[in-house]
């Protein structure tokens, strides 16, 4: 299968950790990517993870990945207001030589209260 | 500054016309992909290429023609055989097999 799910909506307030959290299906996946969209722009790559990690940290972000549940986090330390933003993970499969597939989550939108 | 550019950010059409977005990079990507992006259903491809005059269907390539002429350039045309082209179309582009996809800005298509 080929299904990347995410909860639709977050919400928390200022100062606060935000935990975002992604689970897929294939379990042949290589790479796994955080993306930030803000309103009306393109999809800004934040982070990644290799399916051999456990865990990647830059700076206030803290990526977890479970291989063995396929579940993907992202945790943002000491949230902003414009952390505000929708978050997708997404997954590249490989299917051998040049061929390979970036599935994305459906995206979920964190909002930040002041 | 190296980055994609996809051109007009809105684009509005009457229903029946053929419409062509456009997206340039200079980053000396080989690949290069149309998403479609719905509320709530995140991105959905819609074409891709690989190398210059190569190009593959997506997912949802019903409706949509493509064309890969130069390494900078990937258009897009939607045509009147897509039932719904209304949509937030991005266009990405990535220098390796299993490198990130850089995004450009989108295009926001209206089609009444």
């Known amino acids: 299968g080929e299904d990347v799910e995410q909860s639709l909506f977050l919400s928390v307030r200022e100062g606060d950790s935000s935990v975002i959290n992604c689970t897929y299906t294939?379990?042949?996946?290589?790479?796994l990517y955080w993306y930030k969209q803000e309103p009306g722009a393109g999809l800004q790559l934040l982070t990644y993870i290799f399916s051999n990690m456990d865990m990647k940290q830059d700076q206030r972000l803290t990526v977890l990945l479970n291989k063995k549940d396929k579940h993907l986090s992202l945790r943002i330390a000491d949230t902003q207001t414009g952390d505000s933003a929708i978050y997708f993970c997404a997954e590249i499969l490989n299917y051998g030589g040049a061929t390979n597939k970036l599935i994305f989550g459906t995206g979920t939108l964190l909002a930040v209260q002041p | 500054d190296g980055g994609i550019t996809q051109s007009p950010k809105y684009l509005f059409r009457k229903e029946g016309q053929n419409v062509t977005l456009s997206c340039e990079q200079n980053l000396n990507h080989d690949a290069m992909y149309w998403y479609r992006q719905d509320p709530g259903q995140g991105l959905r491809l819609i074409y891709y290429?690989?190398?210059?005059?190569?190009?593959q269907k997506g997912d949802i390539a019903e409706g949509y023609s493509v064309s890969r002429e130069k390494k900078e350039s990937f258009p897009l045309t939607v045509t009147s055989a897509q039932k719904n082209p209304t949509a937030f179309y991005l266009c990405?582009?990535?220098?390796?097999?299993?490198?990130?996809?850089?995004f450009g800005n989108g295009t926001r298509l209206t089609v009444t």
């Open positions: 990405a582009s990535t220098e390796g097999t299993l490198s990130p996809l850089h």
């Open positions: 294939d379990s042949s996946s290589t790479y």
């Open positions: 290429s690989q190398i210059v005059n190569d190009f």
